[in-house]
């Protein structure tokens, strides 16, 4: 008899419970401990009263499926299942298992996971709702903000993304990814001011960003103002550095200081001795500065260094060319063709040799010697035409127009000796670095 009024008061209990909890036209979650459902007020009254459902709070379910949840959702984002780790926080958060138990469910690691998940798929809109509804529960979570400042790059809102990026950097955040977007974004609205100062923020950060370095001087030249201190501060700091002195000798070429970037790169060649890019960028400078003995040194010493390299055998060249040591240039170029299997460029090269050298030891009137040379000269501008260089299509152009060539004439007013050779060979003290003929042709 007590026990009948004992389950008859707790049966009066539970239901003046859900009388209280839900009204007319609500509904309520309840369970019978073999399964859970969601029905309306009058349907959870009856199935309480008559068959012994009760209500199903949320802490019952918190402390059914938030371990679960928690194990599942870890196992599915080490797995890259991102869909189903994406569920797995949703619901989390649906269920508030951080109150359930925040030594194991932090959210700001929910909603960051979250939102990763979401935008590992793609779905960079959700993740922005995911982050916004985080960030205001967690207004000071920076990791938050570069997330969602992520999702707005993403989506183009480039606004709102430097808005984010803004109040990332006003938290004092050191994440130089972040800060790195920011100043970029800056850029390309013009912002050169703003873009300066976040990117002096990351230099103080991590100084030794060479990227960032570069792109601080290239906001600088975009303002108008000159960034070589930019570099030379780099360069002073770092004076072993090989790329920080090659471009802070470029811009000192550019600002018409060759003899000092000629300083900076002898001295960091004492410290880059196997630095094919310092010797290369040494040797431009040197010819630059009209150094030519200085400048074929300084590359011979380079194409010790890789002596595969035929540009380098031509830029020898070129520099013997303009010392008009037509010997020096004439060996070096010969090693360009042998290196190249001449290809279209060394052959334009040995062109430009043999028209150099004509236009330098000619005289008013040309001579027997001067129109071989340059018939030589013109045969291999047609032949690199041939294999696609144009390069020096304005002198092949004016030994076209003028009467320099050799010719029948010319040949016809040879000794019978050299015709019966059937090539001709230059003369004199100008030419005697010369090794080739002129073959005889078809219509002489």
Request: hydrophobic residues 35%.
């Amino acid at each position: 008899m007590r026990k009948i009024i004992f389950y008859s008061i707790l049966l009066l209990i539970t239901v003046s419970f859900v009388e209280a909890q839900c009204k007319r036209g609500e509904q309520l979650r309840i369970t019978n401990d073999v399964e859970i459902k969601v029905v309306d007020c009058r349907e959870a009254t009856r199935l309480i009263y008559n068959e012994g459902w009760y209500p199903y709070s949320v802490e019952y379910e918190q402390e059914d499926r938030c371990p679960q949840l928690l194990s599942s959702s870890a196992e599915y984002y080490r797995s890259s299942n991102w869909e189903l780790s994406a569920s797995s926080y949703s619901q989390m958060m649906d269920l508030r298992c951080d109150q359930w138990n925040s030594d194991f469910v932090n959210p700001d690691d929910v909603y960051l996971y979250w939102s990763i998940a979401l935008q590992n798929q793609g779905k960079f809109e959700e993740s922005e709702a995911v982050l916004t509804k985080g960030l205001n529960e967690l207004p000071d979570n920076t990791s938050l903000m570069a997330r969602l400042a992520y999702a707005y790059k993403k989506q183009d809102k480039i606004d709102e993304m430097i808005i984010e990026y803004e109040r990332l950097m006003d938290s004092g955040s050191d994440d130089t990814t972040s800060l790195i977007d920011l100043a970029r974004a800056y850029g390309q609205q013009g912002r050169s001011d703003e873009q300066i100062s976040v990117l002096k923020k990351i230099l103080r950060i991590d100084p030794n960003n060479s990227s960032v370095q570069s792109e601080l001087a290239r906001a600088y030249e975009d303002s108008g103002e000159d960034p070589l201190d930019i570099f030379k501060a780099r360069f002073e700091e770092n004076p072993d550095n090989a790329s920080y002195a090659v471009e802070y000798a470029d811009k000192l070429i550019s600002n018409g200081d060759t003899m000092e970037a000629i300083d900076v790169l002898e001295n960091t060649l004492s410290y880059n001795r196997e630095n094919s890019m310092v010797y290369m960028s040494l040797g431009k400078a040197y010819n630059d500065n009209s150094d030519f003995e200085d400048a074929v040194e300084v590359l011979k010493d380079l194409f010790d260094l890789d002596r595969n390299n035929f540009r380098v055998a031509m830029m020898v060249s070129e520099n013997g060319i303009e010392m008009e040591d037509f010997d020096l240039a004439f060996k070096w170029a010969q090693t360009a063709m042998k290196i190249s299997k001449n290809n279209a460029e060394s052959l334009a090269h040995l062109g430009n040799l043999y028209y150099k050298s004509m236009q330098s030891c000619r005289g008013d009137n040309f001579s027997r010697s001067d129109k071989i040379v340059a018939s030589l000269a013109y045969e291999y501008f047609v032949k690199a035409q041939k294999k696609g260089n144009s390069k020096y299509f304005k002198q092949q152009k004016w030994l076209e127009e003028n009467d320099v060539l050799f010719s029948y004439s010319d040949w016809f007013m040879t000794d019978k000796e050299i015709q019966a050779s059937g090539s001709v060979s230059p003369s004199g003290r100008c030419y005697e670095w010369v090794t080739e003929s002129l073959a005889k042709q078809s219509d002489w």
